[in-house]
């Protein structure tokens, strides 16, 4: 879901959200209506940005809001959230989940619940964004289509997080501050808000949809497999170089807990870089690597016939 997080109630825990996770037969139109709205909007600011050019300092703030929001998703919501690969100070938590929510890709509660259910099933019925359903389905059909109720079982520990609670509740709110209102807020202080809130805003949206999209998508569908055939996860280096180090899928695949996508040191994996920069400032710890030997042990397994 990419708008608003469902509610977190007493009947959460109920392990009857199975098999009927999602549901292709009922569109989600707040989705739908939203992504189309976004996307509208971003292709009229481009023609409008023809006519008008944008300040170039409100073009500057849609790389700085990509940039902040895409590593809350891959630094925040996926390598310390939905696989708890390093601990970090509650101030870059809350940089995270501010961010993270600029990404407009639903809570971190319910954002980490889906990937933990996609990594439990990928490739299978449980699995949110299946790729062999297609690349259609993986990259943004489940997100238009799927209205099931949400099972948070999965996610326990992060409710006992009273910062991830409170942007869960407050999900929504957040959502519209930091991907409409500041950038528009930041945009007066050089005479062009409309053109911040374009850019920052719609444009820089669309581009971080998509992006992250591929990931479930293309990533699963088009690249290199080196260390495990068992998933359709793949590595892939443009997905890497659009999603600050996500596209080292298959290892990712095979080694979830690392906090590191690409483990060569030419691999570009910028939330790799952030997370260490961090660790050397001590504002992040417990950071968990996989041992050489067995990432190598992996790579002779996937060589031997099956």
Same mark, same amino acid.
């Given at each position: 879901?990419?708008?608003?997080? @469902?509610? $977190?109630?007493?009947?959460?825990?109920?392990?009857? $959200?199975?098999?009927?996770?999602?549901?292709?037969?009922? @569109?989600?139109?707040?989705?739908?209506?939203?992504?189309?709205?976004?996307?509208?909007?971003?292709?009229?600011?481009?023609?409008?940005?023809?006519?008008?050019?944008?300040?170039?300092?409100?073009?500057?703030?849609?790389?700085?809001?990509?940039?902040?929001?895409?590593?809350?998703?891959?630094?925040?919501?996926?390598?310390?959230?939905?696989?708890?690969?390093?601990?970090?100070?509650?101030?870059?938590?809350?940089?995270?989940?501010?961010?993270?929510?600029?990404? $407009?890709?639903?809570?971190?509660?319910?954002?980490?619940?889906?990937?933990?259910?996609?990594?439990?099933?990928?490739?299978?019925?449980?699995?949110?964004?299946?790729?062999?359903?297609?690349?259609?389905?993986?990259?943004?059909?489940?997100?238009?289509?799927?209205?099931? %109720?949400?099972?948070?079982? =999965?996610?326990?520990?992060?409710?006992?997080?009273?910062?991830?609670?409170?942007?869960?509740?407050?999900?929504?709110?957040?959502?519209?501050?930091?991907?409409?209102?500041?950038?528009?807020?930041?945009?007066?202080?050089?005479?062009?808000?409309?053109?911040?809130?374009?850019?920052?805003?719609?444009?820089?949206?669309?581009?971080?949809?998509?992006?992250?999209?591929?990931? =479930?998508?293309?990533?699963?569908?088009?690249?290199?497999?080196?260390?495990?055939?068992?998933?359709?996860?793949?590595? /892939?280096?443009? $997905?890497?170089?659009?999603?600050?180090?996500?596209?080292?899928? /298959?290892?990712?695949?095979?080694?979830?807990?690392?906090?590191?996508?690409?483990?060569?040191?030419?691999?570009?994996?910028?939330?790799?870089?952030?997370?260490?920069?961090?660790?050397?400032?001590?504002?992040?710890?417990?950071?968990?690597?996989? %041992?050489?030997?067995?990432?190598?042990?992996?790579?002779?397994?996937?060589?031997?016939?099956?």
């Amino acid at each position: 879901m990419t708008v608003q997080p @469902p509610s $977190v109630d007493g009947r959460r825990h109920s392990q009857t $959200v199975q098999a009927s996770f999602r549901s292709k037969s009922s @569109p989600n139109c707040l989705n739908t209506w939203f992504l189309a709205a976004v996307h509208l909007v971003g292709a009229a600011a481009l023609v409008w940005a023809t006519v008008y050019p944008p300040a170039w300092l409100s073009v500057a703030l849609g790389f700085v809001w990509y940039w902040c929001s895409g590593l809350s998703i891959t630094g925040g919501y996926h390598r310390l959230f939905a696989h708890r690969s390093y601990r970090c100070s509650r101030l870059i938590s809350a940089f995270y989940l501010l961010f993270g929510a600029a990404a $407009v890709q639903n809570s971190s509660l319910a954002w980490a619940s889906d990937h933990r259910r996609h990594h439990a099933h990928t490739d299978r019925d449980d699995d949110p964004y299946d790729a062999r359903q297609g690349l259609w389905w993986s990259h943004v059909g489940w997100v238009l289509q799927r209205e099931a %109720p949400y099972d948070y079982s =999965n996610v326990r520990d992060l409710e006992g997080d009273r910062l991830v609670m409170l942007q869960h509740e407050w999900y929504l709110l957040i959502a519209v501050v930091m991907a409409g209102l500041v950038p528009a807020i930041l945009g007066l202080a050089w005479g062009d808000p409309l053109g911040a809130f374009l850019w920052a805003g719609c444009l820089r949206l669309v581009a971080q949809y998509h992006s992250t999209f591929a990931i =479930n998508s293309v990533a699963h569908r088009f690249g290199r497999r080196p260390y495990s055939h068992s998933t359709s996860a793949r590595d /892939n280096a443009l $997905v890497a170089l659009l999603t600050m180090g996500e596209g080292y899928h /298959n290892f990712h695949h095979r080694f979830p807990s690392d906090f590191r996508n690409g483990i060569r040191w030419r691999d570009y994996d910028p939330t790799k870089w952030l997370v260490c920069a961090l660790a050397a400032v001590r504002l992040a710890w417990g950071l968990k690597r996989t %041992p050489p030997e067995v990432i190598a042990r992996a790579k002779r397994e996937r060589l031997q016939p099956t």
